[in-house]
């Protein structure tokens, strides 16, 4: 049976930033998700915004972490070539009261240790943002965004460079502790470990069960969004919030660039009955596209192109107020298991936080000698369409992939896609190639480029096309080969 001083159980941001502060030391590991790729979950379904702690209590560990979190982010997306974008944020008031609002966000992100934070008026607002309708808002100059799912395929990508072993498709059923050690039962078969990090987001309850009786329920809380087409990028270029709604434990819907150019408007939220009902309504639909309408009224009705949905997990319910703070704990019951448990948002920004935090209670079990060889620097991808003709002609004349376009709509070539499915990870799904390099993503949502990574997934990786998959292990694409259905019928 394979042995590893660490096992994680979750693939998502927080279980990759833990696994790769922890690729920086001595010490096996192993990451557990169940998912056909990292990032499966709440951490490629969010806003991607890189909160700055207005909105947290003081003394809250999720006003502290989002803080510190925000603050390492910078260096961070250096190492890992992850895109950040510090555009600022406005909370804008439609009235008077809400006026009185600002101000008090202000004091709690000035006592959380937030610079720059300033309340500006109409006239004020409009010289910065010109489609803001609004009486004033509270401009938050170290709100950032990136994108999610890029910074959670890095950091495990890193992790996995640095000797952190990931087993993509393999879900874990059952955790038994005998004498000192954990036996790990997944679908893939059973492994020891020393430590079992709990990282498994909206399932972090499920995982607590197959040890001790939890003494927390988890309520999962559905977030939509609408994506506008990138022809409507003009409309904002900061993130535009409502004052939080009161006593719902979420930030409201607001208006977001996305690195790549596109605007979110979202999430709705809505607490709901199954961990994984990621489907979008009507309903919120049209919801979102009032609300966003209500701070930029000339947001248009015709530029949606997708929607999709991600699940909070929340400690308290709708009855309760819906906040409750982040837990990042030891079990008392049974050392080693180590609980991160409750990480909605701010939990992007936080996850370094949360990392560094998860690996000081990891060092009081076993020791962490740092390793020479660490690599945390993570080589860059080009992306063909961001570079210049001479550099354009140079790359294809080292090698005739880079001249092939394979998605019209984001202009990726099939040496990306080729460079997308040989990740570290061995992700191998038509979403895996999406997340990496964005063929799929356009207007025609993959319309045009899907035969074509088929094909080279077929022809450069050998894979059977029957076994290729959109996303998850269960969602197969093709019924059999058309041929042989016709020979057949
Ligand atoms: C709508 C919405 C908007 C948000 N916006 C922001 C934002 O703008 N900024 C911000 O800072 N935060 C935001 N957040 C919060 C942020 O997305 C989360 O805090 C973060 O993604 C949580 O990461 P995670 O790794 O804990 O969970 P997940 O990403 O859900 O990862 C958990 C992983 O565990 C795996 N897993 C579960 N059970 C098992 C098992 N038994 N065996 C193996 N694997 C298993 C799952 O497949 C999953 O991949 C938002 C969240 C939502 C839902």
């Not at 087409?229 to 904002?236: A, F, H, N, P």
């Not at 208006?255 to 605007?263: A, D, K, L, Q, R």
């Not at 000698?369 to 003709?389: D, M, T």
Request: hydrophobic letters at 40%.
């Amino acid at each position: 049976m394979k042995k590893f001083q660490v096992a994680i159980i979750g693939g998502g941001v927080i279980g990759s930033s833990i696994a790769r502060e922890l690729s920086r030391y001595d010490v096996s590991v192993v990451v557990f998700e169940s998912g056909s790729d990292v990032a499966s979950q709440a951490s490629k379904a969010n806003s991607g915004v890189i909160h700055s702690g207005i909105n947290s209590p003081p003394y809250s560990l999720k006003a502290r972490l989002c803080v510190e979190g925000n603050r390492m982010f910078q260096s961070l997306a250096g190492e890992l070539g992850v895109p950040v974008k510090w555009v600022g944020k406005f909370v804008v008031a439609g009235n008077e009261d809400e006026i009185a609002e600002l101000e008090h966000l202000k004091r709690v992100g000035e006592s959380n240790g937030v610079p720059g934070l300033e309340i500006l008026d109409e006239a004020g607002v409009k010289k910065k943002e010109k489609n803001i309708s609004c009486r004033g808002a509270l401009w938050v100059p170290t709100a950032g965004i990136t994108s999610p799912y890029q910074l959670t395929i890095a950091l495990a990508e890193n992790a996995a460079e640095n000797n952190v072993k990931f087993l993509l498709e393999t879900k874990v059923i059952g955790l038994k502790k005998q004498a000192q050690k954990f036996f790990v039962n997944t679908t893939k078969g059973g492994f020891l470990a020393d430590v079992v990090v709990n990282a498994a987001g909206v399932f972090c309850r499920d995982i607590v069960a197959m040890l001790e009786e939890p003494d927390f329920n988890v309520y999962p809380c559905r977030g939509e969004y609408l994506v506008l087409d990138k022809s409507y990028s003009w409309l904002v270029r900061s993130m535009v919030y409502p004052v939080p709604p009161k006593h719902t434990g979420v930030l409201g819907i607001h208006i977001t660039p996305t690195i790549e150019g596109n605007i979110l408007l979202g999430p709705s939220a809505e607490f709901i009955n199954e961990d994984e009902d990621t489907r979008t309504t009507r309903e919120a639909m049209i919801s979102l596209l009032k609300h966003a309408k209500e701070m930029v009224p000339v947001v248009p009705d015709n530029a949606v192109i997708n929607a999709y949905s991600g699940i909070r997990s929340k400690l308290a319910s709708a009855e309760n107020g819906g906040w409750a703070d982040f837990r990042i704990e030891e079990s008392r019951n049974t050392p080693g298991l180590i609980n991160i448990l409750g990480i909605e948002s701010p939990g992007l920004t936080a996850a370094p936080a949360i990392a560094k935090e998860a690996i000081g209670i990891i060092a009081g079990l076993i020791v962490l000698k740092e390793k020479g060889s660490f690599k945390s620097n993570r080589a860059r991808v080009n992306r063909f369409s961001g570079l210049l003709e001479t550099e354009r002609a140079k790359m294809i004349e080292k090698d005739s992939k880079w001249g092939r376009v394979v998605c019209r709509c984001e202009q990726v070539t099939e040496r990306e896609v080729t460079d997308a499915l040989s990740n570290p990870l061995g992700a191998r799904t038509l979403s895996s190639v999406k997340y990496r390099c964005r063929a799929g993503m356009g207007r025609c949502q993959g319309g045009f480029c899907t035969p074509h990574i088929v094909r080279i997934m077929k022809d450069n990786f050998g894979m059977d096309v029957i076994d290729i998959k959109l996303k998850s292990p269960n969602s197969t694409l093709f019924t059999g080969r058309v041929r042989e259905v016709r020979e057949h019928g």
